[in-house]
């Protein structure tokens, strides 16, 4: 899916095909996420939790250079001002990572090129992310800035790898490599096929996934159990057990 036209200077384009929304970081070719970015991509997250069309996103860099190189540093004195702290706008960049995080429909990143700083910090915040063969630079180098991740980064990465691990594919940092040239097409049909799942059975399992590994057996038992429950009596439980009586694929999310 090609991104709009680069004449756009919105700092997120949002595209729509079906029940999948592209949502592309507008700022070719390093893809900064500045201040605007973020304001936009609160918004546009909070309108897709809620909106029952959109069931999985996809989020790519414009362009194919880089997915990102993270947050526009030149823009932090001026967030400061804006917002009254530093903190003010770490804090949102956190809250906007945990709502995607927290989404109940898939999130998509697409890695490829730079993914530095807050350009692995989101894509660690998504539920599937694939990467590019050609390689992507994917790294958290706040350290060489004098300063520490701020939006989450090690936290999720070592929940995600653990503390010393190299290889991207091996240790599940991401989850398929495709060429560059088939890559955007992919993480499109994967969220396409995630799409056509049953949405409130899709909802209970990412709510079982996130956070597993901070729940106790007990408290991972009882989440999948509410998961469990809040599927029975749903048209998509009832059109399952239709289809695999009547040896057809299913189709779901045809009723409310």
Not at 10 to 33: C, K, S, W, Y
Not at 127 to 156: C, M, N, T
Not at 202 to 229: P, T, Y
Request: hydrophobic share 45%.
């Amino acid at each position: 899916m090609s991104p709009q036209p680069a004449t756009d200077q919105r700092p997120l384009l949002v595209e729509r095909q079906g029940a999948v929304e592209t949502f592309i970081i507008n700022d070719a070719p390093r893809n900064r996420m500045g201040l605007d970015f973020m304001d936009a991509l609160e918004t546009e997250i909070e309108r897709v939790a809620r909106d029952s069309g959109v069931r999985a996103i996809v989020i790519r860099g414009a362009g194919e250079e880089h997915f990102s190189v993270g947050m526009d540093l030149k823009q932090l004195p001026k967030g400061i001002a804006r917002m009254g702290s530093a903190e003010a706008v770490f804090d949102q960049r956190l809250r906007v990572l945990r709502a995607i995080e927290n989404l109940p429909k898939p999130a998509i990143a697409v890695l490829y090129g730079y993914c530095l700083g807050g350009g692995l910090e989101l894509p660690l915040a998504c539920h599937f992310r694939l990467a590019a063969a050609e390689g992507a630079k994917i790294g958290l180098p706040e350290l060489d800035l004098g300063s520490v991740p701020a939006w989450g980064g090690s936290a999720r990465l070592t929940r995600c790898i653990g503390r010393d691990r190299p290889e991207a594919l091996r240790i599940g940092l991401v989850s398929e490599v495709w060429p560059l040239a088939e890559l955007f097409r992919r993480a499109h049909d994967l969220a396409s096929e995630l799409a056509e799942m049953p949405a409130v059975a899709v909802a209970g399992v990412l709510r079982c996934v996130v956070g597993a590994g901070e729940k106790s057996l007990e408290e991972g038992i009882a989440e999948e159990r509410r998961a469990v429950l809040s599927t029975m009596g749903t048209p998509d439980q009832r059109e399952g057990m239709q289809a695999f009586l009547e040896k057809r694929k299913p189709r779901f999310n045809t009723e409310p």
